[in-house]
């Protein structure tokens, strides 16, 4: 079975940064995505960084210019890089690996944007 836990989410002040961790675990399947969504309170699961496929990494307009996907493959990790975060970041944010086209998901990591 497929399983993914995040972690570094945290309280953090407006223009902060943070950093979220992904762990992969599991056996016999080929990741054909991996990456990051989240959701606020209220509002659909959005896209917020993504690879999609070998060298191609898809952004959430929020994320586009403060957000940097990156992963180890070796340790079958994926992080995301927040920076100039503002209120809006504020969500739960979720990883997620499709296999062929079945998402996982981890259970999700509070980030809260706030002085």
């Known amino acids: 079975q497929v399983q993914l836990v995040e972690s570094g989410g945290g309280l953090v002040q407006p223009g902060g940064s943070q950093n979220l961790s992904c762990v992969v675990s599991?056996?016999?399947?080929?990741?054909?995505?991996l990456g990051w969504y989240r959701q606020a309170p209220g509002k659909q699961r959005m896209l917020v960084a993504s690879?999609?496929?070998?060298?191609?990494?898809q952004y959430g307009d929020s994320a586009k210019g403060r957000f940097t996907i990156s992963r180890d493959t070796e340790k079958r990790m994926v992080f995301l890089q927040m920076n100039s975060l503002n209120s809006d970041d504020t969500a739960t944010y979720y990883c997620?690996?499709?296999?062929?086209?079945?998402?996982?998901w981890g259970p999700g990591t509070q980030v809260t944007v706030s002085s």
């Open positions: 599991g056996r016999g399947f080929i990741a054909n995505a």
């Open positions: 690879f999609i496929r070998a060298g191609v990494i």
């Open positions: 997620y690996v499709r296999v062929g086209w079945t998402k996982y």
